[in-house]
């Protein structure tokens, strides 16, 4: 309701759900399944039809079985995050599963972690084009000396989301912030041609 309602709150979550294999889920500790998390974006998504949502996975935890990574690839097709970070799993002395044995080798970890992330780009790039013709308010961050300026929309979180490269008759400054009309969309980041 906040979200929907506050101004004042951007609509923007990071659920980092981790996996969607209830099994995966299981021996992570986590006390939700797969399905409940898709019907919670549903909800959330139509309370709040602006909302952008950024997740993070991970690949490769011990006893994910390739049925188990199907079941994350089609939670991500069907979840379409804005945003998604992708990591493989890597033991942690001090966790349950430090001891485990059952971990895929490091070629199929790397190898689900780029699938993944493929999967992902293609939804990102095809959200980032149905923003074309908008105007967004943008966050001026920086800019290159040249002419060339770049910021950040309200669905941009710095440093794990893309930027919006900036087009401007105009010298910009550094925490300005204006609109800009989406006239270029690439996999993670977008183009704004400044208003005078």
Not at 27 to 34: D, F, K, L, P, V
Not at 96 to 108: K, L
Not at 155 to 176: C, H, K, N, W
Not at 181 to 190: K, S
Request: net charge negative; with cysteine.
């Amino acid at each position: 309701e906040v979200l929907a309602l506050e101004d004042k709150v951007l609509p923007y979550l990071d659920m980092p759900v981790q996996h969607a294999a209830d099994g995966v889920l299981r021996r992570m500790g986590r006390g939700y399944r797969g399905e409940e998390v898709l019907d919670l974006i549903s909800n959330l998504r139509r309370e709040v039809p602006d909302l952008a949502l950024r997740t993070t996975v991970m690949v490769g935890f011990p006893g994910e079985s390739e049925a188990d990574f199907a079941t994350l690839c089609d939670f991500v097709t069907a979840a379409r995050f804005d945003w998604l970070g992708a990591f493989a799993y890597c033991r942690e002395e001090g966790t349950a599963a430090a001891s485990w044995d059952d971990v895929p080798d490091e070629v199929t970890r790397e190898a689900r972690k780029s699938r993944i992330l493929e999967i992902q780009r293609a939804i990102t790039l095809t959200r980032n084009r149905a923003r074309l013709g908008k105007s967004e308010a943008v966050l001026v961050v920086a800019g290159d000396g040249s002419g060339g300026f770049w910021g950040r929309c309200r669905f941009q979180a710095p440093e794990v989301d893309g930027i919006t490269y900036l087009q401007s008759p105009r010298l910009l400054e550094p925490g300005q912030l204006l609109e800009a009309r989406l006239v270029g969309a690439r996999a993670y980041d977008l183009v704004g041609e400044v208003r005078e």
